[in-house]
């Protein structure tokens, strides 16, 4: 084989959950991603793809199949029936076609234990498809938090990180300097799910799989520094390394 191509072909393919972005007209609406999320996987050294919504479980099961690893990216909220709450009402936008995709990607993903990364709502989608609950509204529900709602600031609070994780060894740091665009955040961590980080107000930061396949969460958005900032690159590559070992022939 030729060498390129040999270097094309490992290159693991990662899948990115497309959101359906609603524009105005009658040209229905856009399956589409934030550029930083795919970039970030890219510098990191694998290939994305975005995974459309609205497609069914054939054709999930089909691109999923195809896939080395996910990534569940930030959304609006998670329906709290889905966690067996009823809705707070500072509850923001669901988006119940959304939840059905990402669950069940999601639980294909933990079954299968798929190389994982999952961001801001992300990390909020796997912990309630292993079993997890949220808090609805962080500054409502949690007596004393910092703003964790923060739009355009790169540096919002710090994060300490727990010794000997995956994510500390990917971040190579006891502790960093995070953005924060989210007002919901892990209330009870699903009983897989080891706490990896927290913001100095005790807001769950980071949640992995202490012991299986790589399965990382993070509260922030690592893909917006990661561009410009070794430490947030290396959580992309560290995700991109663990999917260089997945075997697609057994799903
Ligand atoms: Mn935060």
Redesign the pocket.
């Known amino acids: 084989m030729h060498n390129d191509q040999l270097t094309f072909n490992q290159l693991p393919v990662i899948g990115i959950v497309a959101h359906r972005i609603q524009r105005d007209g009658n040209a229905g609406h856009i399956d589409g991603q934030y550029g930083d999320y795919s970039r970030s996987v890219a510098l990191a050294g694998g290939a994305p793809i975005l995974i459309p919504l609205a497609l069914g479980e054939p054709a999930w099961r089909a691109i999923y199949a195809r896939l080395d690893g996910i990534l569940f990216p930030g959304g609006v909220d998670v329906a709290p029936a889905l966690y067996g709450e009823t809705p707070h009402p500072r509850l923001g936008r669901v988006d119940d076609v959304l939840d059905e995709a990402e669950l069940t990607l999601a639980r294909w993903a933990l079954a299968d234990g798929m190389p994982t990364l999952a961001i801001c709502r992300g990390i909020q989608l796997i912990n309630v498809a292993a079993g997890g609950t949220l808090y609805q509204d962080i500054s409502s529900q949690i007596d004393g938090a ?1 703003l ?1 709602a923060c739009s355009d600031q790169p540096a ?2 710090l ?1 300490r990180i727990e010794a000997g994780t995956r994510l500390y060894n990917a971040l190579g740091a006891a502790e960093c300097v ?1 953005n ?1 665009r ?1 007002h919901q ?1 892990i209330k009870q961590v699903a009983p897989d799910l080891a706490i990896t980080a927290r ?1 100095p107000d005790g ?1 769950i ?1 980071g949640v992995e799989h202490p012991t299986g396949p790589f399965l990382v969460g993070v ?2 958005h690592p893909e917006n520094l990661a561009p410009n900032d070794e430490q947030m690159l290396g959580l992309f590559r560290a995700f991109v390394e663990a999917c260089q070992h997945t075997d697609t022939a057994s799903r």
Request: glycine share 0%; net charge negative; proline share 0%.
């Open positions: 910092l964790h919002a609070h994060v995070t924060s989210h955040s913001a807001v930061e509260q922030w």
